[in-house]
Nanobody, 115 residues
Framework: QVALVESGGGLVQAGGSLRLSCRTS????????MAWYRQAPGKQRELVAR???????TYADSVKGRFTISRDDAKNMMYLQLNDLKPEDTAVYYC?????????WGRGTQVTVSS
């Protein structure tokens, strides 16, 4: 099994930036899909961005051009750069990995964007 720990959340004004990090407890292969999800109060959890390798990346339409996902498998890390943040980006952000068929989640990190 693998454990995921997110960090980097916080309170930021609209238009600001944050960088979220996800550390994995074990080496993740580049072929293991990794993703960031978010869940706002009263809403369902939604996919924000997904990366299988450096060349296979998808984004939700709502974050395209503002967020950037990346991973460094040698360091057991995944990142999400959040730019031009909007109040509607306020949510708990979760790290997710498909670890050889098991869907693994972190505990989340809170991102709050004030207007």
């Amino acid at each position: 099994q693998v454990a995921l720990v997110e960090s980097g959340g916080g309170l930021v004004q609209a238009g600001g930036s944050l960088r979220l990090s996800c550390r994995t407890s074990r080496r993740i292969l580049s072929t293991n899909a990794m993703a960031w999800y978010r869940q706002a109060p009263g809403k369902q959890r939604e996919l924000v961005a997904r990366i299988v390798s450096s060349y296979s990346i998808t984004y939700a339409d709502s974050v395209k051009g503002r967020f950037t996902i990346s991973r460094d498998d040698a360091k057991n890390m995944m990142y999400l750069q959040l730019n031009d943040l909007k109040p509607e980006d306020t949510a708990v952000y979760y790290c997710n990995v498909n670890y050889f068929g098991d869907n693994v989640w972190g505990r989340g990190t809170q991102v709050t964007v004030s207007s």
